[in-house]
């Protein structure tokens, strides 16, 4: 089955640090990848997707290459914000089920 | 657009007692999906719907859980008898069939079982 394995957190950071976030999955098929962010007492919102091989999504500073060969979708910021403090969850979903696989969700503060 | 929306927000309750969670999926969305999360299992999928209809209801974690969509506009998540350990922050989310699987978030309730 469906499987993502996110790089354990936590993850603190100073302001204008450079942000990797670990995230490998494992499907049948060819997938669609997602990054979701939740910031304190909210919900996920999608941060960024990419829906076949070699997409890059990006979104607010952050981006994400879709790598099949390795089957990664590793999330990257330049310079991270105290404001981008928040849950990152990796995620994939294929075929028609609709259904969403996520990470475990890898937790990140960025102090100034 | 309102988004999906969830209600109530907070709810705090007694062992025992009976819990209706309601939610809203944004207008034309034919996917209504419910999560549950919580520290130690993360974020879990209990059900979901495709026009109505529930398609998948492996994650209910027993029997005291039932989801209902009467119409495509409401759903709800009902625990009856609720215990402590159903303490939780339970999200609904919708999607289109229409576009890509991007699933969209309610605001979450989070429920508290004394």
């Known amino acids: 089955g469906n499987s993502v394995t996110q790089m354990e957190g936590p993850v603190t950071l100073s302001e204008e640090a450079f942000l990797t976030i670990n995230c490998t999955y494992t499907?049948?098929?060819?997938?669609?990848l997602f990054w979701y962010v939740q910031y304190p007492g909210e919900g996920l919102q999608l941060l960024l997707k990419a829906t076949k091989a070699d997409d890059k999504g990006s979104n607010k500073g952050f981006e994400a290459t879709y790598r099949k060969e390795t089957t990664s979708f590793h999330l990257e910021k330049g310079s991270v914000q105290v404001s981008d403090s928040a849950v990152y969850f990796c995620?994939?979903?294929?075929?028609?089920?609709?259904?969403?696989?996520f990470g475990s969700g890898t937790q990140l503060t960025v102090l100034p | 657009d309102a988004g999906v929306i969830q209600s109530p927000r907070h709810e705090v309750t007694e062992m025992g007692q009976e819990v209706t969670l309601r939610c809203k999926p944004i207008s034309g969305h034919d996917y209504l999906f419910w999560y549950r999360q919580t520290m130690m299992r993360g974020l879990e999928l209990l059900i979901y719907f495709n026009n109505n209809v529930p398609i998948d209801d492996s994650g209910m974690p027993e029997d005291r859980f039932s989801a209902k969509m009467p119409n495509a506009s409401f759903s709800t998540l009902k625990i009856q008898p609720s215990e402590p350990r159903d303490s939780a922050v339970y999200f609904c989310?919708?999607?289109?069939?229409?576009?890509?699987?991007?699933?969209?978030f309610g605001p979450g309730t989070r429920l508290l079982v004394l």
């Open positions: 995620a994939l979903s294929g075929g028609s089920a609709r259904q969403l696989t």
């Open positions: 989310a919708s999607s289109s069939s229409g576009g890509a699987e991007t699933q969209y």
């Open positions: 499907a049948t098929g060819y997938p669609s």
